[in-house]
C-alpha cells in the first residue's frame, strides 16, 4: 500500500513556488557567465560561418544566439513565474 496522502491546490502550488525558486537560487551564480560564454562560442560560430560562406556554422551561432537569449529570459521571468503560480494557488482557496 501505498502512504501518498492528498495535498490541496494551494499547498501544491507552493511546493512548486519552493522548488523552482530553490534551482532558480541554485543557478543564480553561474547564469550569467555561462550566457556570455555561450554568446561568446555563438559569436565566434557566426563570424567563422561568415567568412567561410558556411550556412551551417552561421545557423550554429544564430541558434546560440537564440537560446541564450531565451534561456536568460527564462531566467530573469522566473520570480513573475513564481508569483504568478502563487496567485494561482490563492485562487483555489
Do not use: D, E, R, W
Request: proline share 3%; aromatic share 10%; glycine share 10%.
Amino acid at each position: 500500500m501505498s502512504n501518498i496522502q492528498a495535498i490541496t491546490p494551494q499547498q501544491f502550488g507552493q511546493s512548486l513556488a519552493n522548488a523552482i525558486m530553490v534551482l532558480y537560487n541554485s543557478i543564480s551564480l553561474v547564469i550569467v557567465p555561462l550566457v556570455m560564454l555561450v554568446l561568446l562560442i555563438s559569436a565566434i560560430l557566426f563570424i567563422a560561418g561568415a567568412f567561410s560562406h558556411s550556412g551551417t556554422l552561421k545557423k550554429m551561432g544564430t541558434g546560440g544566439f537564440v537560446g541564450a537569449g531565451l534561456g536568460f529570459l527564462v531566467y530573469a521571468a522566473t520570480p513573475f513565474i513564481v508569483g504568478l503560480l502563487k496567485s494561482m494557488a490563492q485562487s483555489f482557496k
